[in-house]
């Protein structure tokens, strides 16, 4: 069993070799994070399993470091992927007053159109959606999450451990947020 204070140098040594491996094995990924960012989170995750490894010799070390950056990869993309996924709801809203139970209502861009123009303007679409919520303070950041999962009000606050009216009320100005930070990233671009 590792302890941090043993693991920390080892990953500090084999910071460069870790770093190609990821940009060989994460291009994917690295269109997205830096590969600081990448061997960072691979640091972090090694270090919280450290419990589970005995050193043994320092190819057996990076062996087990590799496993860790493979599962660390495919949780980013499929974090990614489910950020992409969540951006076509966040365009289903629009500027029309929710109903009392939470959900908004709105329409697809570009519903009843198909072809390459279309699915073009959707994808720049769904990616001002997401600039338009990393915008956005965290606690509105998850309100606009939640909205666009459907969740309803009393669980939203019951997770935020507030009362019905000031989670409606903190949704409410979520969404007002997210809508005219979505307006003025689609007039900039």
Excluded: C
């Amino acid at each position: 069993m590792a302890t941090e204070a043993e693991l920390t140098p080892l990953l500090e040594r084999t910071r460069g070799t870790l770093a190609a491996y990821l940009e060989r094995e994460a291009r994917g990924l690295l269109l997205r994070e830096s590969i600081e960012d990448v061997v960072q989170g691979v640091h972090v995750r090694a270090l919280r399993q450290a419990a589970q490894l005995e050193i043994r010799s320092d190819g057996e070390f990076f062996n087990w470091l590799k496993i860790v950056a493979r599962q660390h990869v495919l949780d980013r993309q499929k974090y990614w992927s489910a950020l992409r996924r969540q951006g076509g709801a966040m365009l289903r809203i629009t500027a029309v007053p929710s109903t009392t139970n939470g959900a908004g209502s709105g329409v697809d861009p570009a519903a009843n159109m198909t072809g390459p123009a279309t699915y073009a303007m959707r994808r720049e679409m769904i990616e001002l959606a997401g600039k338009a919520v990393k915008t956005l303070l965290p606690r509105d950041q998850e309100l606009v999450r939640y909205s666009t999962d459907g969740m309803p009000i009393e669980q939203i606050a019951k997770l935020l451990g507030v009362s019905y009216d000031a989670a409606e009320q903190a949704r409410r100005r979520a969404m007002e947020r997210f809508k005219k930070a979505f307006e003025l990233l689609t007039r900039g671009s």
